[in-house]
């Protein structure tokens, strides 16, 4: 239900960008995140874009990181500016979603994309 990609190596003070597209007949995009987890650590949440457009940052990313929904790509993208050794994880895109069959919200993960930063 989600795809996640855009992962990969780059240097410190790199940039990367993840996309994560959504399937299937989508009645609203209630919740679309960003987490990520590094080796060794548990899984924390980077940020998150509600329906009505308030973003959430992890102190750690903020004014660094950037999240943006496309909700007729159904796409959430993860801008990454001047990364550091720090932000190497596995990143995960997380829904919830609402479906035109029931209108229920349901939660969704992706998979993971890798990310790392040489220092």
């Given at each position: 239900?989600?795809?996640a990609?855009?992962?990969?190596?780059?240097?410190t003070?790199?940039?990367?960008?993840?996309?994560?597209?959504?399937?299937?007949?989508?009645?609203?995009?209630?919740?679309?995140?960003?987490?990520?987890?590094?080796?060794?650590?548990?899984?924390?949440?980077?940020?998150?874009?509600?329906?009505?457009?308030?973003?959430?940052?992890?102190?750690?990313?903020?004014?660094?990181?950037?999240?943006?929904?496309?909700n007729?790509?159904?796409?959430?993208?993860?801008?990454?500016?001047?990364?550091?050794?720090e932000?190497t994880?596995?990143?995960?895109?997380?829904?919830?979603?609402?479906?035109?069959?029931?209108?229920?919200?349901?939660?969704?993960?992706?998979?993971?994309?890798l990310v790392?930063?040489?220092?």
């Amino acid at each position: 239900q989600l795809q996640a990609s855009g992962g990969g190596l780059v240097q410190t003070g790199g940039s990367l960008r993840l996309s994560c597209a959504a399937s299937g007949r989508i009645f609203k995009i209630n919740v679309m995140d960003w987490y990520r987890q590094a080796p060794g650590k548990q899984r924390e949440l980077v940020a998150s874009s509600r329906s009505g457009g308030q973003t959430n940052y992890a102190d750690p990313v903020k004014g660094r990181f950037t999240i943006s929904v496309d909700n007729a790509k159904k796409t959430v993208y993860l801008q990454m500016n001047s990364l550091k050794p720090e932000d190497t994880a596995v990143y995960y895109c997380h829904a919830e979603l609402s479906y035109e069959s029931d209108r229920l919200t349901y939660s969704h993960w992706g998979q993971g994309t890798l990310v790392t930063v040489s220092s």
